[in-house]
């Protein structure tokens, strides 16, 4: 329950905070997919060049899915050391959330990030090609963010099985105050 006040305080500093939100830009570093093959025959995880601020998925699912559900993870540095904290952990049921049964406001957050194509995050989940290009996670992260390196794991699954990991790395930075380091 801890962590869950925890995240209503971060809602509540991201509202604070819209002006610091225009400001920082978001690069992306690594987008890693790992696919069950029995639900996914092909899978596509891109970072849009030259800006790296956007990604596309393409998933080809080869079996239906009546039922799933979403968990979002957030880590941050832990200071002074350079480890990854989890500061956010989520998981939603994305048939509740398709009927606007919105049980976490992040992940509304996290969801609109896929523009239109959130629509295609429904119950039930019919197989065929899922096409999901330029999600913007930037325009719609909190903008408690401070200029920091992060880790974001998003995994899709079922009851009995994980359909679908991902794993990203990235950071924001004030691009007025300093060119990105793409190292
Ligand atoms: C996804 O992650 C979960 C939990 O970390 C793991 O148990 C599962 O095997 C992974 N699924 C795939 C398809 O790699
Ligand atoms: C799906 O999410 C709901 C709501 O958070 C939760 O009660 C349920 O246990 C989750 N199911 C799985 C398979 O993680």
Redesign the pocket.
């Known amino acids: 329950m801890a962590q869950f006040q925890f995240l209503i305080l971060l809602i509540f500093l991201a509202s604070q905070c819209e002006s610091a939100k225009a400001r920082l830009k978001l690069m992306w570093r690594t987008f890693d997919c790992v696919t069950n093959p029995d639900y996914i025959s092909e899978h596509k995880c891109i970072i849009i060049e030259p800006e790296k601020s956007l990604i596309s998925t393409e998933l080809q699912y080869i079996k239906d899915v009546t039922k799933?559900?979403a968990?979002f993870k957030l880590f941050m540095p832990r200071k002074p050391s350079r480890n990854f904290q989890k500061v956010i952990d989520?998981?939603?049921?994305i048939c509740?959330f398709a009927k606007g049964i919105h049980?976490?406001r992040f992940m509304t957050i996290v969801i609109k990030a896929f523009g239109k194509q959130g629509s295609q995050l429904k119950c039930p989940h019919p197989k065929g090609l899922y096409v999901y290009p330029n999600i913007n996670i930037a325009e719609n992260l909190p903008a408690f963010l401070p200029e920091t390196d992060f880790k974001i794991e998003m995994n899709f699954?079922?009851?009995e099985t994980h359909l679908f990991n991902t794993s990203l790395t990235g950071f924001l930075f004030d691009p007025i105050k300093r060119k990105p380091k793409t190292t």
Not at 90 to 93: A, G, I, Q, T
């Open positions: 799933f559900n968990t989520v998981n939603v049921d509740q049980g976490h699954l079922t009851s």
